[in-house]
């Protein structure tokens, strides 16, 4: 007969007498490694302050920096703008320095014209001369470009150039008596003088003296 026999658990070799492998005491996980030692809790390190003061001051050198590159770049586009218009300006001034004599001559055949028929008998010609140059001076304007009569000021040799000096009854001494030809500036920078002719002081008469008197008296 038999015996009946008995199942018994296969203890580990090196486990101590008792103890079966299905006892887990927490060294080690359920596949049978090593778990490894929990980190104890380190104390954060306190902040260095010669560290941060290094730190801050690098920002502020950088945003210094910033600011300064900043500033020259509003300086560089605004020297950029200014230099754009005065090199538009001065090639405008060219232009209508050239375009200026024919103005004047237009202006010369319309007063000849005008003296030689008479406004009545100017007919279709000159009412064409009259529209180019209103058109002329139109465009003149829209460009900038004003011109000035000085008829009655006083003469000022930043303004205007006199071409001649005249005693005029009624006229003060140092004043605009007659305009020759027009002036012109460009957004208020003057391009043209205007061409002048300046009263002058009436000649004073000198007497002659007694001496002469008597010799007058004699060639009577």
């Known amino acids: 007969m038999d015996e009946p026999t008995i199942a018994q658990e296969a203890e580990p070799k090196g486990a101590p007498p008792g103890r079966t492998a299905s006892a887990h005491d927490g060294s080690t ?21 010669e560290e941060l003061s290094a730190r801050a001051a690098e920002r502020d050198e950088y945003l210094a920096l910033a600011q300064r590159t900043r500033a020259d770049f509003e300086n560089y586009r605004k020297r ?5 218009l005065a090199a538009e300006s001065r090639a405008v001034g060219r232009l209508v320095r050239e375009l200026l004599p024919a103005l004047d001559n ?5 007063s000849a014209a005008g003296a030689e028929h008479g406004e009545p008998q100017g007919g279709q010609l000159m009412d064409g001369m009259r529209l ?23 003469f000022d040799p930043e303004l205007h150039e006199a071409i001649a000096h005249h005693p005029f009854a009624g006229a003060e001494p140092g004043t ?41 008296e004699r060639g009577t």
């Not at 237009?106 to 319309?110: F, K, M």
């Not at 002329?136 to 009655?152: I, K, M």
């Not at 043209?192 to 002659?208: G, L, S």
């Open 132 to 154: 180019v140059r209103d058109d002329l001076t139109g465009a003149l304007a829209r460009a900038g470009v004003e011109s000035f009569d000085p008829t009655g000021e006083r």
């Open 29 to 49: 996980d359920p596949a049978g490694a090593p778990r490894a030692p929990e980190a104890e809790p380190t104390a954060e390190p306190e902040p260095d302050l």
């Open 106 to 110: 237009l202006e010369r055949a319309l």
């Open 80 to 84: 950029v703008t200014r230099d754009a």
């Open 176 to 216: 605009v008596v007659e305009v020759y030809q027009s002036g012109y500036r460009l957004n208020g920078t003057l391009l043209r003088a205007a061409r002048v002719v300046v009263a002058a002081a009436a000649p004073v008469d000198v007497d002659r003296g007694p001496a002469s008197g008597r010799a007058d």
